[in-house]
Antibody
Framework: EVQLVESGGGLVQPGGSLRLSCAAS????????MHWVRQAPGKGLEWVSR????????TYADSVKGRFTISRDNAKNTLYLQVNRLRTEDTAVYYCARVTGADRFDAWGQGILVTVSS | DIQMTQSPSSLSASVGDRVTITCRAS??????LNWYQKVGKAPKLLIYDTTNLQSGVPSRFSGSGFGTDFTLIISSLQPEDFATYYCQQSYSPPYTFGQGTKLEIK
């Protein structure tokens, strides 16, 4: 069974940092591109970032470019999102997602809440 | 960036009803349109590349369209279908979503 489990969220002050993790199991992690998607309270889904299967290529939404860094450790079957210089508008549930085919998100984690507040 | 506009934003319907949700892209995205259902936490992929049913998804769900205009149809609503639905373009990053359609019980 494909499983994605996020961790590392919490309450952080504006300007602070966190590292989100996504532990993958049930599939060959190193073969898949992975993404992060977030949902702010009461809002819709927002794509955040993607990384290719070997970690050599990354892409970011303009809203997080220069502040967030996506990475992966294929030996540990884990995806990461380093979130720096956090703003109140970054408050959201962050989901990791696996993609197949033409970038369809076919597996999602349960999400992890990041709250940015003073 | 490609903007995705869903309509309606909310919808009340009854069990057994046929429901249509539309999604419009701000530019052509060919067939690269996916639909997700969100109940509670993790979104669930329903339809990919406009018309293809994801494995395990009931056949009462179907999709159509091409280019800029797309449709999700639920042919006969079941109690478990009351949820929020999102379209998403996978034509090019950033992979934008529609704002969502909340389907509620009438």
């Amino acid at each position: 069974e494909v499983q994605l489990v996020e961790s590392g969220g919490g309450l952080v002050q504006p300007g602070g940092s966190l590292r989100l993790s996504c532990a993958a199991s049930g599939f060959i992690f190193r073969s898949y591109w992975m993404h992060w998607v977030r949902q702010a309270p009461g809002k819709g889904l927002e794509w955040v970032s993607r990384i290719n299967s070997d970690g050599s290529s990354t892409t970011y939404a303009d809203s997080v470019k220069g502040r967030f860094t996506i990475s992966r450790d294929n030996a540990k079957n884990t995806l990461y999102l380093q979130v720096n210089r956090l703003r109140t508008e970054d408050t959201a549930v962050y989901y990791c997602a696996r993609v197949t085919g033409a970038d369809r998100f076919d597996a999602w984690g349960q999400g992890i809440l990041v709250t940015v507040s003073s | 960036d490609i903007q995705m506009t869903q309509s309606p934003s909310s919808l009340s319907a009854s069990v057994g009803d046929r429901v249509t949700i539309t999604c419009r892209a701000s530019q052509s995205i060919s067939k690269y349109l996916n639909w997700y259902q969100k109940v509670g936490k993790a979104p669930k992929l329903l339809i990919y590349d406009t018309t293809n049913l994801q494995s395990g998804v009931p056949s009462r769900f179907s999709g159509s369209g091409f280019g800029t205009d797309f449709t999700l149809i639920i042919s006969s609503l079941q109690p478990e279908d009351f949820a929020t639905y999102y379209c998403q373009q996978s034509y090019s990053p950033p992979y934008t979503f529609g704002q969502g359609t909340k389907l509620e019980i009438k």
